[in-house]
């Protein structure tokens, strides 16, 4: 079975700092695949950032990059530069061998000015 | 491209009652579409893996009979909450891998939140 942990209580960041959202993840799966998603409060699911098991580099993606230690099985996400508007949900999710999504608790940030 | 809607996006209704949310991929072809249920600051659950053309694949507690999936197109899933109940009230969401891109290309529609009195 899959299971995505994300332990960190809400987080205040204030504007222009970095945060780091921590996950970890346990698969059997040799292949499988890692994702984070941002949930504002109006709930759509807006993808950031993916994470193949066989990337040889982590992830970037603007603002976003995805700090993959395989043999630690964690997948934290941080966002550089916070704007007001990265205020939000993300949740930490991991495909696995027949394409079904397992979802993380989630993280609340909330960015100050 | 790759936008996927869900209709309608918030739905009240009496107990009793059946609600059809309907989930279309609006650019693209979608073999397997996923339905999401996730409850007031909880994470998303995954509810059935809906396949075109058969018959869908629910998870581990989820009543099909109650959640009925009908993906009768490749641009079209439906979930109709059967007998709704005020328990069933909650935000639904689906996705839609899209049919020529790798497995791990899925699309989330915006929801629909349902409310059930």
């Known amino acids: 079975a899959q299971k995505i942990t994300q332990t960190q209580p809400g987080m205040f960041v204030q504007e222009k700092e970095a945060v780091t959202l921590d996950c970890t993840y346990d698969t059997s799966d040799p292949s499988y695949g890692l994702f984070w998603y941002k949930q504002p409060s109006s709930g759509e699911m807006i993808f950031l950032i993916y994470?193949?098991?066989?990337?040889?580099q982590n992830a970037t993606e603007g603002r976003y990059s995805l700090n993959f230690q395989k043999a630690r099985k964690s997948a934290n996400l941080v966002i550089s530069a916070s704007q007001l508007g990265d205020s939000a949900m993300y949740f930490c999710?991991?495909?696995?061998?027949?394409?079904?999504?397992?979802f993380g608790k989630g993280n609340q940030v909330v960015v100050i000015p | 491209g790759a936008v996927v809607s869900q209709h309608p996006s918030r739905v009240i209704c009496k107990s009793g009652t059946s609600v059809k949310i309907e989930c279309r991929s609006l650019?693209?072809?979608?073999?397997?579409m996923f339905w999401y249920r996730q409850f007031p600051k909880q994470s998303l659950m995954l509810m059935a893996t809906s396949n075109e053309g058969s018959k869908a694949t629910y998870e581990q507690g989820v009543e099909k009979d109650k959640f009925l999936i009908n993906h009768a197109s490749l641009t079209l899933s439906t979930l109709t909450v059967t007998s709704a109940h005020p328990e069933d009230s909650s935000f639904y969401i689906c996705?839609?891998?899209?049919?020529?891109?790798?497995?791990?290309?899925?699309?989330f529609g915006p929801g629909t939140r349902l409310t059930v009195l």
């Open positions: 996705s839609a891998r899209h049919a020529s891109r790798g497995p791990d290309e899925q699309f």
């Open positions: 994470q193949g098991s066989y990337d040889q």
């Open positions: 999710a991991m495909r696995s061998g027949n394409n079904r999504l397992a």
């Open positions: 650019d693209f072809q979608a073999t397997t």
